[in-house]
């Protein structure tokens, strides 16, 4: 059984960072494409960021590049999203998620090609 768990959300104040981790298990993380998602209240999710397998392919929603970095650890089974200068608008639900891939070059922008997602950890930040 396929188990994503994010952790590292919480209260911030405008300008400070965060960074949230997603512990994946239960795949086989080498060959996972991973993402983050946010959804905010009323808002529909949408794309933050994405990892190929191999960690050398990354991409960003533009709202958030040059803010924010996602990275993964193999060794951990763990991707990360160190998020800097946070914003009133970063306020969101963050969500990991998880796809087997044979390709070792494809990420994912689109949250319906991913087959796995965590529960989510929710990112408040306080302007």
């Known amino acids: 059984q396929v188990q994503l768990v994010e952790s590292g959300g919480g209260l911030v104040q405008a300008g400070d960072s965060l960074r949230l981790s997603c512990a994946a298990s239960?795949?086989?993380?080498?060959?996972?494409?991973m993402g983050w998602f946010r959804q905010a209240p009323g808002k529909e999710r949408e794309f933050v960021a994405a990892?190929?397998?191999?960690?050398?392919?990354?991409d960003y929603a533009d709202s958030v590049k040059g803010r924010f970095t996602i990275s993964r650890d193999s060794a951990k089974n763990t991707v990360y999203l160190q998020m800097n200068s946070l914003k009133p608008e970063d306020t969101a639900v963050y969500y990991c998620?998880?796809?087997?891939?044979?390709?070792?070059?494809?990420?994912?922008?689109?949250?319906?090609?991913?087959?796995?997602w965590g529960q989510g950890t929710q990112v408040t930040v306080h302007s």
């Open positions: 998620a998880a796809v087997q891939v044979y390709n070792s070059m494809r990420y994912y922008t689109n949250g319906a090609s991913y087959s796995y």
């Open positions: 239960g795949l086989t993380f080498g060959s996972a494409a």
């Open positions: 990892i190929n397998r191999s960690g050398s392919s990354t």
